[in-house]
């Protein structure tokens, strides 16, 4: 039977309509796509027609060591030279290691790169209260980005950059299993469904194995 904490949360991610993806991981994978804030879209206006499988394997890398030893490795990454001079520190991600929610955003911002937490300032104020509205608070997810360095002026990750955090975040999903992943923003979208245009996706349930 479905958690009703879960089925909280996508109805109300629905009814708002949060540019995110939602991922409900119950006997497969359902991929849930927002785009504009307040559009209004409930879940019975999803049909059938704009189901897809996916046959992507998620966890092609599942690592059996806990998170916190995942975050050791990665504190003094060296993959990514030009992110090794933009970043001030590694933001590898807050809350729950256990979390049943994983929130998957782009790239640490200026704040985000200071503070090492993602999600903070005026986008984190944004988010507490969202959660808060469902009863959730930060404690009962966890958030990390799809590259864990900040690029020089807040631009866009290259792919060798995303490429090269691959194996970070398929491990950190592999250890969490999430029932609920949130992507926020085109990059994180790609990263999980291998599909660009956020848009384009809107309103649309992918299943996969």
Known sequence: MANPILVTLIRFLYSIGVGFLVTWITRSISFINFFTLFCGISGSSIGKENRYM?????????????LDALRKEYQSCQRCPALCQSRTQVVFGTGHPQAKVLFIGEAPGTQEDKQGMPFCGMSGKVLSELLQSISLSRDDIFITNTILCRPENNRNPVKDEVENCRERLDTVIGIMKPKVIVTIGNFATERIIGRTGVQSLHGRIFFAN
């Open 54 to 66: 996916l046959y992507k394997p998620f966890f092609h890398l599942v690592l059996k060591m806990p």
